[in-house]
């Protein structure tokens, strides 16, 4: 009996819940991490992904953009459902990201299992913030009047976020998980030299009651992919933490164009664990005034 032949995985975008190849017909050959592996799998190839273009960015905005209204609508508390179900989603499939994680950024097995167990639970921690943070970033204000002042949060809108280069799988979700656990939907630009777990995790998304266009993800060159978003008029904030320094300068002078909340590459440490700056970093606050009821300075009330 003759040996089968392997079937090769084939790597696609996901945007607005569907997984178009990039409108151009490019791709790039990604390899195993170079400066970690093992000196025999230097250089080895392990899929084509595809090479985005700008009509791609402005497709996944215009997807970002039909989603948020139903996203931000829904209850915190369904929210924090999905996230969960995105975690027990990758439970099932923890065996492949394992082995992608591995060779993405040339980790041993044990290692790199770490990496996805800790990605997992990251998920995990944002669901359970979803319908808690406006407890702690909300919440009456002392007034002088016979009002009631009530800030809440609410999303910013449309967050562009390119992923951390080196920590393609840990570092993606800890820049993703926050940004829609608040309601806000996000178009993601994968780390350019690592992004096969990404595009995976889109195939995790898909079936795991994440509503189409909440997550778009793209593949690519980082530069090419984040000019048009940072200049996009839709485009309501950017996390830079994929960015140089170099880049992140240029990406913050054209997100000024529309006042785009801008979040700067900073050194994190994506195992520990994470605070709640990411969850505020792209909310905004409501304030609403409300008549006490007071009818006077005798202080009856109705």
Do not use: C
Request: net charge neutral; hydrophobic share 45%.
């Amino acid at each position: 009996m003759s040996d089968r032949l392997t079937v090769f995985k084939t790597y696609k975008l996901y945007v607005g819940g569907k997984f178009p190849r990039s409108e151009s017909g490019r791709v790039y050959e990604v390899t195993t991490n170079t400066s970690a592996a093992g000196a025999a799998d230097k250089g080895k190839w392990l899929a084509n992904a595809p090479l985005s273009s700008r009509k791609d960015a402005r497709d996944a905005v215009v997807a970002a953009r039909k989603a948020f209204g139903g996203w931000s609508g829904a209850t915190a508390y369904n929210r924090g459902q999905v996230l969960y179900r995105v975690a027990e989603m990758l439970e099932g499939r923890k065996e492949q990201f394992v082995r992608e994680v591995a060779e993405a950024e040339g980790l041993s097995k044990s290692k790199a299992a770490a990496v996805v167990d800790a990605a997992i639970d990251r998920w995990v921690w944002y669901a359970g913030w979803t319908d808690k943070i406006a407890q702690v970033v909300g919440g009456a204000n002392p007034v002088a009047g016979p009002y009631f002042n009530l800030s809440s949060p609410e999303p910013t809108g449309v967050v562009a976020v390119l992923a951390p280069q080196d920590s393609s799988f840990l570092g993606l979700v800890s820049v993703l998980a926050p940004v829609i656990a608040t309601g806000n939907t996000a178009v993601v630009v994968a780390s350019e030299k690592a992004p096969l777990p990404a595009l995976s995790l889109g195939e995790v998304l898909a079936t795991s009651d994440v509503p189409g266009g909440v997550v778009n993800i793209l593949s690519g060159r980082t530069a090419e992919l984040a000019a048009p978003l940072a200049a996009h008029q839709d485009v309501n904030a950017i996390d830079l933490a994929g960015a140089d320094t170099e880049l992140a300068r240029e990406l913050e002078i054209a997100a000024a164009d529309n006042l785009k909340r801008v979040l700067r590459p900073q050194p994190v440490d994506h195992a520990a664990t994470p605070g709640i700056e990411r969850l505020t970093a792209f909310l905004e606050t409501k304030t609403v005034w409300h008549p006490t009821g007071a009818l006077g300075a005798s202080g009856s009330s109705y």
